[in-house]
């Protein structure tokens, strides 16, 4: 039988704790969900630490009794503590717990709280990319995140709830299954010293890493123009995309193909590795910006490229992730279940 909810129970902080931003917000439980209270964007390398973010949050509107909080970082977090993988940051919960004044603060990897936002994404922030035949989450469910990198992470299944798992999977040996992504791996072997993680290819550098491949080996001739604004783009991956989805360019166009199929081909991986039943998510902010080009084929051909599990792996819905700030979400959900966890936050309805 749970505790009653007490005034300060009402209320949790969340935050999505990232390279270059961090988002902070507060919510508040009604019943089994949770209404924003205040929101606000950081520039994580303007703060010497979370709890100097923390502190300005707090500091900017009202302060009322938090009953806890959590913090989906990126990098691994192992016992209560994590180091910033793209920051001179390192994160305590016990120091955070101070900074807050609760005694219920939790560090998780930020793709841990990804997959636990995906239990709550309203219909409309849901797109079907492989229909199946399987109920969606009805058993284990998989998360692979293309973005800065690549995170992958797993929603465990007991019979009634779904437990989040964190994993480093992006950093996985790259297993090439055609003859140009045999030479891809050859290519990426030469220019990184050895190993060649899906990392190196799933992810906004690793679709520049593509294109630079298909460029060398001769596929088609860059044209100058592109050359020039690739040159001088901070992040070349948006030209590359753009051109890619519009067809503009024949480079773009197969650099984004072969990137749509190898994330196919590992998000079956991680379905089988899973035995992902409840699903597959596809999280990260490239996904929802690319649907076009994931909807052409390749990506669900090459998913359900299993051999004697194809009828599975085909059975297993895919779904990719519309809302920027499912971690955020999840993460929230995850501070409230700490406190006082409802049927309804334990398991959503569908």
């Keep these: 039988m749970s505790e009653p909810e007490t005034e300060s129970d009402a209320v ?56 806890g909080a959590c913090f989906a970082v990126a990098g691994p977090v192992l016992g209560g503590h994590a180091k910033a993988t793209n920051l001179p940051w390192e994160m305590d919960e016990r120091s955070l717990e101070r900074a807050i004044g609760t005694q219920r603060v939790r560090l998780v990897n930020d793709l841990e709280g990804t997959a636990y936002g995906m239990l709550f994404l309203r219909p409309d922030e849901q797109h079907v990319l492989v229909p199946g035949t399987r109920p969606a989450l009805r ?40 003859d140009r992504e045999i030479a891809l791996l050859r290519h990426l072997r030469e220019r990184f010293g050895g190993h060649v993680s899906y990392e190196r290819i799933l992810s906004g550098a690793g679709l520049h890493n593509v294109y630079g491949f298909l460029r060398d080996a001769g596929f088609a001739t860059e044209s100058p123009e592109l050359r020039d604004a690739l040159a001088a783009a901070s992040d070349p991956t948006p030209l590359i995309s753009q051109r890619g989805l519009a067809r503009t360019d024949a480079l773009c166009a197969e650099a984004l193909d072969l990137f749509c199929r190898i994330y196919g081909a590992e998000a079956g991986n991680l379905a089988l590795r899973m035995l992902a039943t409840g699903g597959v998510f596809l999280g990260g902010g490239i996904a929802p910006k690319i649907l076009p080009a994931l909807s052409r084929g390749g990506f669900a051909e090459a998913y359900a490229q299993k051999g004697r599990l194809r009828p599975l792996v085909e059975s297993i819905p895919v779904r990719v992730c519309l809302n920027p700030k499912a971690a955020l979400h999840g993460a929230a959900h995850l501070a409230a279940q700490a406190i006082v966890p409802t049927p309804q936050e334990r398991k959503p309805s569908r």
């Design 139 to 178: 058993g284990h469910v998989a998360v692979i995140a293309a973005g800065t990198g690549l995170g992958e992470a797993m929603l465990f299944f007991d019979g009634k709830d779904h437990h989040p798992v964190a994993s480093e999977g992006g950093h996985a040996d790259f297993a090439p299954q055609t």
């Design 12 to 67: 949790v902080l969340a935050g999505d704790v990232g390279g270059t931003k961090t988002l902070i917000a507060l919510f508040e439980r009604s019943g089994g969900s949770l209404r924003t209270l205040r929101e606000q964007r950081f520039a994580s390398g303007s703060y010497a630490s979370l709890e100097e973010i923390v502190a300005a949050f707090l500091a900017a509107g009202q302060q009322p009794a938090i009953g």
